[in-house]
């Protein structure tokens, strides 16, 4: 995912995504501590992922204000 992929997003379409991504994070980290995870580099790009839809999320609050 890249920035410029969500320059285009609302605010609610953000933090759906974000949502959704923390919901995945969450699953796999289950999934380790199962002993069960196929692809341990997805955490880091799944935590990457989620801190640049915060930033997008953040910069759109403060262009609001």
Known sequence: MKMSDLKDKTAVELASLSRD????????HLQKASSQLEKPARLRTLRRDIARVETALSALRHQAA
């Open 21 to 28: 991504l923390r919901q995945e994070l969450f699953n796999l």
